[in-house]
């Protein structure tokens, strides 16, 4: 039932004439206003988001890159929304799993009498404070019905620094990352 056949149901007598066209404009405005509702209402769940995307975006503080697909950007506002955080190495290897990358965290160590043995790197003091992420393998993303908008690529992959960004902003402040790509 649409929201004019409602308007005529409260009028006491049946109205004819010119009020016939002011009850079905009124009506199509109401019957606008609900649709807008119900889509504004799909917009409350970032997995679904499409034009509230952005605010998502900047509440959660993301960036996405300029060529960024609908579908890395709704992923990466739930993965902001979900994560829990740490400091871990298991930490930082599930969020990198999580953007689709495959990587090891090895944290250097000086060379120390009584510790290392003969073979192992001479690294000086200051390298307590450094450690290396082994990146292998790539994040993809496929074009997919219903994830993905018209004029989007069948195929997009994140620019590497998209990893190195994320790491860079949730390290400890006092210690460097060395990224291998080999």
Known sequence: MSHSDVIKL?????????SDDDIALEGQVLDDV?????ELLGEMFPERSVKCLTDWERVC??????DATLQSRRDNV?????ERGGLSRAYFIALAAAMGYT??????QPFMAGWS????????EG?????????????????RAGLSTGGERLLWWPSVTAL??????????????????S
């Open 10 to 18: 409260l009028f006491p007598v049946e109205l004819t004439g010119v």
């Open 127 to 143: 390298v307590r404070f450094i450690w290396r992420v082994k990146v292998s393998g790539q994040a993809l993303y496929y074009f």
């Open 78 to 82: 739930v993965r902001k929304l979900r």
């Open 164 to 181: 190195e960004d994320l790491f860079n902003n949730l390290k400890p402040a006092h210690t460097y990352i060395i990224f291998d790509y």
């Open 117 to 124: 043995s003969a073979g192992d790197p001479l690294y000086e």
């Open 61 to 66: 503080g993301l960036t996405p890159a300029a």
């Open 103 to 108: 990587i090891t965290i090895e944290e250097l």
């Open 34 to 38: 609900e649709t807008q509702a119900r």
